[in-house]
T-cell receptor, first 111, second 118 residues
């Protein structure tokens, strides 16, 4: 099955700086890569996703990049704000339903 | 607003007891999922269902069973609970069709059930 590794496990950034989270996957057949954000005590929510036919996707301050050859994808958050503090999960799947999640990255934005 | 709900939200039980976690949704989605979340392990898929007659095992189905009573209801059972099943359990739903204004196949999670097995 698919194995997704996520780094770092914790990330502390100064408000206004950028944050980068990296994930690698093992199954070259995977073609869908979503990112979920989970605030403390809340449910995970999708923030951005990318398909294997696209190399990069942006949505305001967040962006995701995908390198199919190297089998890794990354989440970039620019101009971080206190509300960006949360746990972020990457995931991968072949098709669009059987997601394999990374272990998560706890992001803390320091004021 | 259309939503995914779970009951109970918290449950403490003893080793060997049978327990059922319930999930309901008003989103009209066909696909439903059960995950468990453990610190440092992320979310792991237990079972998923495409419709009432289609149920599939996920990554960690041993010790669990499910029932899809209707399109809107998907229950997870622990036949004989053990302490290492202590975790946060999430139900999720998704719609396979493209929908205006939404990401294709976004999974919508319920609020979670915190289960403790003593």
């Amino acid at each position: 099955g698919e194995n997704v590794e996520q780094h770092p496990s914790t990330l502390s950034v100064q408000e206004g700086d950028s944050a980068v989270i990296k994930c690698t996957y093992s199954d070259s057949a995977s073609n869908y890569f979503p990112w979920y954000k989970q605030e403390l005590g809340k449910r995970p929510q999708l923030i951005i996703d990318i398909r294997s036919n696209v190399g990069e996707k942006k949505d305001q301050r967040i962006a995701v990049t995908l390198n199919k050859t190297a089998k890794h994808f990354s989440l970039h958050i620019t101009e971080t704000q206190p509300e960006d503090s949360a746990v972020y999960f990457c995931a991968a799947s072949q098709g669009d339903y059987k997601l394999s999640f990374g272990a998560g990255t706890t992001v803390t934005v320091r004021a | 607003d259309a939503d995914v709900t779970q009951t109970p939200r918290n449950r403490i039980t003893k080793t060997g007891k049978r327990i059922m976690l319930e999930c309901s949704q008003t989103k009209g989605h066909d696909r439903m999922y059960w995950y468990r979340q453990d610190p440092g392990l992320g979310l792991r898929l237990i079972y998923y269902s495409f419709d009432v007659k289609d149920i599939n095992k996920g990554e960690i189905s041993d010790g669990y069973s499910v029932s899809r009573q209707a399109q809107a209801k998907f229950s997870l059972s622990l036949e004989s609970a053990i302490p290492n099943q202590t975790a946060l359990y999430f139900c999720a739903t998704s719609d396979p069709g493209p929908r205006q204004g939404a990401s294709y196949n976004e999974q919508f999670f319920g609020p979670g059930t915190r289960l403790t097995v003593l």
